[in-house]
C-alpha cells in the first residue's frame, strides 16, 4: 500500500512539473511589450542619458545605442533589464503606443536580474 502511495505522490509531482514547464514556455514565447522605439522615448520622458540607463540596467551603453538605431536585436533578458529599470520609474510598455505613466505602477516584468540567464546580458 505504501508503494502505490509514493508511486502517486510520484506522478503527481511529474504532472505539475510538466504543467509548470509548459506554463512557463508559454509566458516566455509571447512577445515582450518593451520595442527598440520605447527605450529612446522612454529616456527621452525620464530624462536619462544612455548612461545613466545603462548604469541602472546593467546593459552597456553600446548594446542600448545599437537597440535604439535598430541595427542591433538583443536577447529577451537584455531587453527585460531594460524595462524593468524603466519600469521602476513608473512606465509601462504596450505595443505600439509610447510609454505611458502608471498610476500606483510597481513594474510588470519580474527583476531579470533573478534569472539563470542574466550573465548573457550585451
Same mark, same amino acid.
Given at each position: =500500500? %505504501?508503494?502505490?502511495?509514493? $508511486?502517486?505522490?510520484?506522478?503527481?509531482?511529474?504532472?505539475?512539473?510538466?504543467?509548470?514547464? $509548459?506554463?512557463?514556455?508559454?509566458?516566455?514565447?509571447?512577445?515582450?511589450?518593451?520595442?527598440?522605439? &520605447?527605450?529612446?522615448? /522612454?529616456?527621452? =520622458?525620464?530624462?536619462?542619458?544612455?548612461? /545613466?540607463?545603462?548604469?541602472?540596467?546593467?546593459?552597456? %551603453?553600446?548594446?542600448?545605442?545599437?537597440? $535604439?538605431?535598430?541595427? #542591433?536585436?538583443?536577447?529577451?533578458?537584455?531587453?527585460? /533589464?531594460?524595462?524593468?529599470?524603466?519600469?521602476?520609474?513608473?512606465?509601462?510598455?504596450?505595443?505600439? &503606443?509610447?510609454?505611458?505613466?502608471? $498610476?500606483?505602477?510597481?513594474?510588470?516584468?519580474?527583476?531579470?536580474?533573478? #534569472?539563470?540567464?542574466?550573465?548573457?546580458?550585451?
Amino acid at each position: =500500500m %505504501t508503494g502505490k502511495l509514493i $508511486e502517486l505522490d510520484q506522478a503527481r509531482r511529474l504532472k505539475h512539473a510538466e504543467e509548470d514547464r $509548459e506554463m512557463r514556455l508559454f509566458f516566455e514565447s509571447l512577445p515582450l511589450g518593451f520595442t527598440n522605439v &520605447h527605450c529612446a522615448q /522612454a529616456r527621452e =520622458m525620464l530624462g536619462w542619458t544612455v548612461e /545613466a540607463l545603462a548604469f541602472r540596467s546593467g546593459v552597456s %551603453t553600446k548594446a542600448i545605442r545599437e537597440l $535604439e538605431r535598430g541595427t #542591433r536585436t538583443l536577447r529577451r533578458v537584455t531587453l527585460q /533589464a531594460l524595462s524593468f529599470a524603466l519600469e521602476a520609474e513608473g512606465l509601462f510598455f504596450l505595443p505600439g &503606443h509610447q510609454p505611458m505613466r502608471g $498610476e500606483n505602477f510597481g513594474g510588470a516584468t519580474s527583476d531579470p536580474r533573478a #534569472r539563470d540567464d542574466f550573465h548573457l546580458i550585451e
